[in-house]
């Protein structure tokens, strides 16, 4: 289908049908591009929860906040550079910014925060600690604006 613009150069021929297809082309090199910072994220946010096992059963057992909030500290870290990490790959590889962007890199941190919602389920058996729970939510509140940066301002 083809639809007339009236641009500043006095009227222009658009084709949508290649602005569709250039569109599809770069969510699919975008989404492709975030599946490897996706499997590296959760690779290492699974290797972190495994590391912090023992700190988080620790500050679970501390009445003080400020003594207890370690391993969330390290897990917001973590998230941050991981949203940074899936951000960059999308807006970097396929040149894609704006909201289709936004919303791959937004599952993109969903499919982390699941892979560690099931990490936590794997390594506490007898049942995950409120502090685990804290971390990884923290965790997505560092990876969320990290995304946002690269798939919606940066560009």
């Given amino acids: 289908m083809t639809q007339w613009t009236d641009d500043d150069d006095g009227g222009t021929v658009v084709d949508d049908s290649r602005q569709r297809a250039a569109m599809r082309e770069a969510i699919g090199v975008a989404t492709k591009a975030s599946l490897i910072s996706v499997a590296l994220g959760s690779a290492a946010v699974a290797i972190a929860l495994y590391l912090l096992r023992d700190a988080i059963t620790a500050a679970q057992q501390v009445k003080d906040m400020r003594d207890s909030a370690g391993p969330a500290l390290l897990l917001t870290l973590l998230g941050v550079g991981v949203g940074s990490l899936i951000g960059w790959r999308i807006a970097s590889s396929a040149g894609l910014v704006g909201p289709a962007a936004w919303l791959i890199g937004v599952v993109g941190v969903a499919i982390v925060t699941a892979v560690a919602i099931v990490a936590a389920f794997a390594l506490f058996p007898a049942g995950v600690p409120t502090m685990c729970w804290i971390s990884i939510g923290v965790m997505?509140?560092?990876?969320?604006?990290?995304?946002s940066y690269f798939c919606l301002w940066a560009g």
């Avoid at 997505?140 to 995304?147: K, M, Q, Y």
Wanted: charged share 0%; aromatic share 0%; glycine share 12%.
């Fill in 140 to 147: 997505v509140i560092g990876a969320l604006p990290a995304v």
